[in-house]
Every structure is written in C-alpha cells, then in structure tokens.
C-alpha cells in the first residue's frame, strides 16, 4: 500500500507540474473610471484613434501603427462590440473616442516600470510596477528568458476629450511560449482588461 501510494503521489506532482507548464499566465489588470463609464447604452459610437496610445515602439517609424498593434486594436474592439458599442464609419466623428497601446519587453533587459499617472474624471492614482512579480515561476531551475507584455487602453469623451475610462493589463510569459504569439496576447489582455467592465475603479485584480 505504502508503494502504491508513493505512486500516486508522484503522478499527481507530475500532473501537476505539467498543468504549470502549460497553464496561459494570469493578468494583472487596473482600471480608473468616471461614473460615465457605467451607463453607456448599448448602440453608443465609437471610433479608434489610429495612433497607438504613448507607445513608440508600437509603430513602424513614425508612420503606421505595427501589424502587432492592429492585433491588439482587433482584440480589443471585439471586447468593446460584445460591450454594444459601435465602431463609427471611417472619419466620421462618435461620442467616445478610444485610444489603444501596446508594450512588450525582455525580462532580462527591462527594469522595474515606472508608475504611469492617470487622472480620470478628476481622481488621481498610478498604476504599479510589479508585473511578472510572482508570474512564470520556474521549477526547472535556472533562468527563464521572459517577456513582459502590456495593454492599455483609454477612452475618452469625443467632444471634450476627457479621459472617461482607462485601464491597463499586464503579464508575462516565456519568449517562446504560445501564449507569446501577439493574436493569442492581444486576445488574452484585452479579455481580462474588460472582464467586468467598468471594473473598480482604482483597484488592481489578477484574472486568471
């Protein structure tokens, strides 16, 4: 009995250990919001700002945005239409104008990130800098080479162009991973970013 149940245990340590193997990482998500963002009606326009949102490394040159960011952008539209709201006919103006942004940087070369200030409808905060802190832990031993992604995302009043609702989405996974490819990122960040939506405002929460 005593062999047999040693077995056990290790196929399920194995079973385990390969669930953390495969397992899509979680995200780090925090959102700041007036109360406006709570009561848009379904059918409520908007239309995308087609400069990424503070993100140089997002376009090519300084010209178009990357065929990455246009994941991100689809990945998240496909959020704010499950939300109802309409994506306007090209050029034409909508009462909420939403800018989107994309960072992804090596673990190895990136340090800590800077807090970034928000100030929607006149609250204050900064969003924190622990992302990866406690994500890809590596049971292997040795170093791991892991990339930090981030999505971010505001939208903000057309007419005045007030900052309504903003939020961003953080993780990491190994450089080589599945979860790394930027269709599968853009989906997985933009699906816990709005999960929720509007969320609590100025509260971090980690979506599995």
């Not at 930090?148 to 961003?168: F, K, N, P």
Request: charged share 15%.
């Amino acid at each position: 009995m005593t062999r047999l149940s040693s077995v056990a245990l290790l196929t399920a340590a194995a079973l385990a250990l390969g669930g953390c193997a495969t397992a899509v990482p979680p995200v780090e998500v925090t959102r700041f919001h007036a109360n406006a963002a709570a009561g848009w009606a379904p059918g409520t326009r908007y239309a995308v700002d087609p400069a990424p949102l503070g993100d140089p490394a997002a376009t090519i040159g300084s010209a178009q945005p990357s065929l990455e960011w246009a994941s991100y952008r689809t990945a998240v539209e496909r959020q704010l239409q499950l939300l109802g709201l309409v994506a306007a006919d090209s050029g034409a103006a909508a009462p909420l104008k939403v800018r989107i942004g994309f960072d992804r940087s090596d673990r190895q070369t990136a340090g800590r990130r800077s807090p970034v200030s928000v100030g929607v409808g006149g609250s204050t905060g900064s969003y924190g800098s622990g992302v990866g802190l406690g994500i890809g832990l590596n049971l292997g031993g040795g170093a791991r080479q892991m990339q930090d992604l981030q999505l971010s995302v505001r939208i903000d009043d057309g007419a005045s162009g007030q900052a309504l609702w903003e939020g961003r989405a953080l993780t990491a996974v190994p450089v080589k991973a599945p979860a790394a490819q930027p269709s599968l990122a853009a989906a997985k960040l933009a699906e816990a970013l709005f999960r929720g939506f509007p969320g609590e405002s100025g509260r971090t929460i980690t979506v599995p």
